[in-house]
C-alpha cells in the first residue's frame, strides 16, 4: 500500500506525483466513459451524449462526494476553524501528535504552544480543495444519478437504455476507486487469518478494532486509545455524532507534502501496538 501510485521528476515544472486513489479513480471514470461510448450506437444512442451525461456526472459526483463529507463525517467546524481558528485543528498523519515550537512539526505545520499540539497552516478554502481528499461515495452517486435523470428526461433520451450502459460502468468506476482507496490505505476490510489477506500496514502491529477506516482530524493518540486503538479507526467522538458517511482519499487534515494524496499512511504507531502476531485485512 502506497499513498503515491509512482512519481518522477520534470525538467522546470520539478517532482510529478500521480497520489494512488485519484489516480486510479480516473482510470476508473476513463474506462466507464470509453466502454459507454463505445457501445452507444448499438443501443441507438448518440454518442456525444454519452460522452457529455458521463462528463457531467463526474463533476456532479465529486461536488456530492464533498458536500455529504461535509455535512455527515463531522468535520464541518473543522473546515470553518480552518479558516477563523486553525490553531484548534489537531492535524492528522505523519505529524507528531505533541509539540513545544514550530520546528518539531511536519513542514508548513505550526505548532499550538498552549495546547501543545500542531495544526495545519490556515486555509479558507480547504472545503474546496477535494484533491486533499474528504469524499462521500453515496453524496457522489447521489448527485450524480440526480442530474443523469434531468440530463435524460431534458433530451428525451431512453432511459432503459441508459440504464443498461450504466449498469456496468458504475460498478466499473467504483473497482478503480475501491482499489485507490486499498492503495491509500484509508480503506480496508475486517481482521482476518486467512490466505488471502495483507498485513495492514505491512510489519505493523495488531489493531483491535477491524472498523473501517475513515478520515479523522483527531491527532493519532486519541485515534490509539481504548476502543479506537486501529490506526483508521472511527474516533469515540466521532461515533457519538451518529456520523455514518465514509470518506475516500484519506484525510484533508494530514501532512500537504504528500501531494493530492494527502492521507494519513495508516502507519500503526507505537500506542496502537498489542501482544501477538500481526493479523491481516481482507
Same mark, same amino acid.
Given at each position: 500500500?502506497?499513498?503515491?501510485l509512482?512519481? #518522477? %521528476?520534470?525538467?522546470?515544472? +520539478?517532482?510529478? &506525483?500521480?497520489?494512488?486513489?485519484?489516480?486510479l479513480?480516473?482510470?476508473? #471514470?476513463?474506462?466507464?466513459t470509453?466502454?459507454?461510448?463505445?457501445?452507444?450506437?448499438?443501443?441507438?444512442?448518440?454518442?456525444?451524449?454519452v460522452i457529455?451525461?458521463?462528463?457531467?456526472?463526474?463533476?456532479?459526483?465529486?461536488?456530492g462526494?464533498?458536500?455529504?463529507?461535509l455535512?455527515?463525517?463531522?468535520?464541518?467546524?473543522?473546515?470553518?476553524?480552518?479558516?477563523?481558528?486553525?490553531?484548534?485543528?489537531?492535524?492528522?498523519?505523519?505529524?507528531? &501528535?505533541?509539540?513545544?515550537?514550530?520546528a518539531?512539526?511536519?513542514?508548513?505545520?505550526?505548532?499550538?504552544?498552549?495546547?501543545g499540539?500542531?495544526?495545519?497552516?490556515?486555509?479558507?478554502?480547504?472545503?474546496?480543495?477535494?484533491?486533499?481528499?474528504?469524499?462521500?461515495?453515496y453524496?457522489g452517486?447521489?448527485?450524480?444519478?440526480? #442530474?443523469?435523470?434531468?440530463?435524460?428526461?431534458?433530451?428525451?433520451?431512453?432511459?432503459?437504455?441508459?440504464?443498461?450502459?450504466?449498469?456496468?460502468?458504475?460498478?466499473l +468506476?467504483?473497482?478503480?476507486?475501491?482499489?485507490?482507496?486499498?492503495?491509500?490505505?484509508?480503506?480496508?476490510?475486517?481482521?482476518?487469518?486467512?490466505?488471502?489477506?495483507?498485513?495492514?500496514?505491512? +510489519?505493523?502491529?495488531?489493531?483491535?478494532?477491524p472498523?473501517?477506516?475513515?478520515?479523522?482530524?483527531?491527532?493519532?493518540?486519541?485515534?490509539?486509545?481504548?476502543?479506537?486503538?486501529?490506526?483508521?479507526?472511527?474516533?469515540?467522538?466521532?461515533?457519538?455524532?451518529?456520523?455514518?458517511?465514509?470518506?475516500?482519499?484519506?484525510?484533508?487534515?494530514?501532512?500537504?507534502?504528500?501531494?493530492?494524496?494527502?492521507?494519513?499512511?495508516? &502507519?500503526?504507531?507505537? %500506542?496502537?501496538?498489542? &501482544?501477538?502476531?500481526?493479523?491481516?485485512s481482507?
Open positions: 500500500m502506497d499513498p503515491v509512482f512519481a #518522477f %521528476e520534470l525538467p522546470v515544472i +520539478g517532482k510529478v &506525483t500521480f497520489p494512488s486513489y485519484f489516480t479513480l480516473t482510470v476508473g #471514470f476513463a474506462f466507464a470509453l466502454l459507454t461510448w463505445r457501445d452507444a450506437k448499438g443501443h441507438q444512442i448518440d454518442p456525444d451524449r457529455d451525461i458521463n462528463l457531467y456526472m463526474v463533476i456532479f459526483g465529486v461536488i462526494a464533498r458536500v455529504m463529507h455535512i455527515a463525517d463531522g468535520h464541518f467546524m473543522e473546515y470553518v476553524n480552518m479558516c477563523f481558528a486553525p490553531e484548534t485543528v489537531h492535524a492528522v498523519g505523519n505529524v507528531p &501528535t505533541s509539540c513545544t515550537a514550530d518539531q512539526c511536519a513542514p508548513y505545520f505550526l505548532c499550538n504552544v498552549a495546547a499540539h500542531c495544526h495545519p497552516p490556515r486555509d479558507c478554502l480547504l472545503a474546496l480543495k477535494v484533491w486533499r481528499g474528504g469524499l462521500a461515495y453524496g452517486f447521489i448527485f450524480a444519478v440526480a #442530474f443523469a435523470f434531468y440530463y435524460i428526461r431534458k433530451h428525451r433520451l431512453p432511459f432503459w437504455r441508459i440504464a443498461d450502459l450504466a449498469g456496468y460502468a458504475i460498478p +468506476g467504483l473497482f478503480w476507486g475501491r482499489l485507490g482507496c486499498f492503495l491509500n490505505g484509508c480503506c480496508f476490510g475486517k481482521v482476518t487469518h486467512g490466505h488471502f489477506g495483507v498485513t495492514f500496514p505491512k +510489519g505493523g502491529a495488531r489493531p483491535p478494532s472498523r473501517r477506516c475513515r478520515s479523522t482530524p483527531r491527532s493519532s493518540t486519541s485515534r490509539c486509545s481504548a476502543s479506537a486503538s486501529s490506526p483508521c479507526a472511527t474516533s469515540s467522538s466521532d461515533r457519538a455524532s451518529g456520523s455514518t458517511a465514509r470518506s475516500s482519499g484519506g484525510s484533508p487534515f494530514s501532512t500537504p507534502s504528500v501531494g493530492s494524496s494527502s492521507s494519513s499512511s495508516a &502507519t500503526t504507531t507505537a %500506542e496502537c501496538s498489542a &501482544t501477538g502476531s500481526p493479523p491481516r481482507s
